[in-house]
């Protein structure tokens, strides 16, 4: 059972494991993994919660980490936490006006930045008058400003540390801590006006890892490692890193998500947390791989598959014993055919792949569960700390999100919305008193905002997002997250957004995957057209017939009033830049509407 506080997670496994390897990094310089033990975890932790104390810091503060993800975040936060702090962190791409406003919310006194691109927005912030005192650098090649005489780099932020005088204090705090002190303030995406700050206590944190102890039975241990390719300020990726560390799981740290194709081959992980898209990805690229195969290799692989699902969906999904000749023939193809596929993505050593945040289309799922890939679906919010389902290790259920976890409770109200309460559900939002009012039930339930019901087994089913559901001036209810997610799963297709509310049929704004109009003007023969002036390809009719058939094959088993009449295939990708996309790469439907809504209007008009 987990229970040592966050405060005292690092001293206490130094205490018990000095040399274990808790974390490791990228060194890019070298280009080599680098092992931080639980003694240096714990040594650094203490001078930067040393170094706060020197600064001011006191219990209830908050100090905000603007960062991707670095060993420092772990440092920084734990120092927090020992001190009885408040860590905020916030998304690495996020804008100065995102900052400010979390900043000036959240009363942050002290900002921990990552690289440049974090520094320049919050050294911009604090030329307001936005309330922040200092900024502390983690990167020593970040060129300060000229005029800035307000931010020190992080190695010199710890000998403040060093020559505070305070490490008893620190000790003392660290000792004090309690599972009612308040850890985080997580700011969530904002898909509609401005983030609120979902407040989360340590008891929280105590109650997710209790659960998890007994959701992942068996299937976690040592000698393992997980991958940490998710935003650390994602309630996910947060959560099960420090689950991870405290039952003695490698904690290997992705710096750059753009590079998590060559790092997790580097790592090989055991666990991964990811959203839907990565394996969405994953799985376009291992269909494409067996497109070119030769037609006796894809009878071969047809066959391979027909085995691996009866073999993990028909038996092992129901922890029951396969015949002895399925069961030999599934070693045979895991070993020779498998295990190559697994091996070319890296993820050979998996025992379980969280996954959560967007739907996770059914196709996907069976294909990686029936070649052994151990994905482990489910549905949370930054307001239930993570998870409220997932898969079992057994008995779970295509089409669902898995069981709750033990002690919470959820019902269905008469809109069919998911309410839920229990102890890792959040106290409230910062300083939003009208949003607290309307976000509980007047008996304390949580209202989520999705709706869904469960089977009679105690399966959780989605059935959309109440506030993204769209009506057609035809009076047909419409979720436009089930389509754009089959659109999604396409080779050709990186993104959709659904359009259709209040509108006489549906249609969809289309981001190809901009890297294969190359192979696809290939494909076609077109020889006239440069994938250099991509506007011109995506508007030339050759290439929209091509789309049209796809999107066609695609819904040919959805209702007809789902189906995408007319689509406009866009040259850019949406953008955080022109608020387009939350933090979290969530689409703001109102803002891509307001944004293209010539391009809408004219498949309306034709």
Known sequence: MSNIHLARLAQE???????????????????????????????????????????????????????????????????????????????????????????????????????????????????????????????????????????????????????????????????????????????????????????????????????????????????????????????????????????????DINLKPADIQMTIKEVRPSMMCSVPRFWEKVYAGIQDALSQYSPFMQKVMRRALKIGRAYNIDFQRHNKRAPLLLFLQYQLISLTVFNKIKKTVGIENGVLFPTAGAKLSDEVCLFMRSIGIPICYGYGLTESTATVACFDRFSWRPGSVGTLIEGLQARIDENGEILLKGPTITCGYYHQPQANKEAFTEDGFFHTGDAGYFDTEGHLFLT??????????????????????????????????????????????????????????????????????????????????????????????????EQIRRFVLLPENFSMEKGELTNTLKTKRKVIYEHYIDQINQMYEL
């Not at 309690?178 to 989360?200: C, F, H, R």
């Not at 659904?498 to 249609?507: A, H, L, P, T, Y």
């Not at 190359?518 to 506007?535: F, H, Q, T, V």
Request: aromatic share 10%; proline share 3%; with cysteine.
């Open 464 to 561: 959309d997002r109440l506030k993204d559901l769209f009506k057609t001036s035809n009076g047909k209810y419409i979720v436009p997250q089930n389509i754009e997610s089959a659109l999604s799963n396409d080779r050709y297709i990186d993104q959709a957004v659904v359009i259709g509310d209040q509108r006489k049929f549906v249609s969809a704004l289309i981001i190809p995957d901009y890297q294969e109009i190359p192979n696809l003007l290939d494909k076609l023969g077109i020889n006239d057209l440069s994938a250099d002036d991509m506007a011109t390809c995506l508007a030339d009719p050759r290439i929209c017939h091509f789309f049209e058939d796809r999107i066609r094959h695609i819904q040919k088993d959805m209702a007809g009033f």
């Open 13 to 251: 496994k130094a205490g018990q494991s000095a040399h274990q390897t808790a974390l490791r990094y990228r060194d890019y310089k070298v280009s080599q993994w680098k092992s931080i033990d639980w003694q240096k975890l714990d040594r650094i932790s203490s001078l930067v919660a040393a170094a706060l104390l020197e600064q001011g810091i006191v219990p209830e503060d908050r100090i905000g980490i603007f960062s991707q993800n670095k060993p420092e975040c772990i440092y920084c936060e734990t120092a927090g936490y020992a001190l009885r702090a408040v860590a905020v962190p916030l998304y690495a791409t996020s804008t100065t006006a995102q900052i400010e406003f979390i900043i000036k919310d959240a009363a942050i006194k002290i900002m921990f930045v990552g690289e440049q691109y974090q520094y320049d927005r919050a050294f911009e912030a604090l030329q307001g008058d936005c309330g922040l005192k200092q900024i502390v650098i983690f990167d020593p090649e970040v060129r300060l400003h000229r005029n800035d005489r307000q931010s020190v780099y992080f190695n010199r932020f710890l000998n403040i540390g060093r020559l505070s005088g305070r490490h008893q204090e620190v000790q003392t705090l660290r000792q004090s801590c309690k599972d009612e002190d308040l850890a985080n303030i997580l700011y969530t995406s904002g898909t509609t006006g401005n983030p609120k700050g979902v407040m989360l206590r340590h008891s929280n944190f105590r109650a997710i890892f209790e659960a998890m102890d007994k959701k992942l039975e068996g299937i976690t241990g040592k000698n393992q490692s997980s991958m940490s390719f998710l935003p650390m300020t994602h309630i996910l990726e947060k959560a099960w890193a420090y689950y991870c560390l405290e039952n003695d799981i490698r904690v």
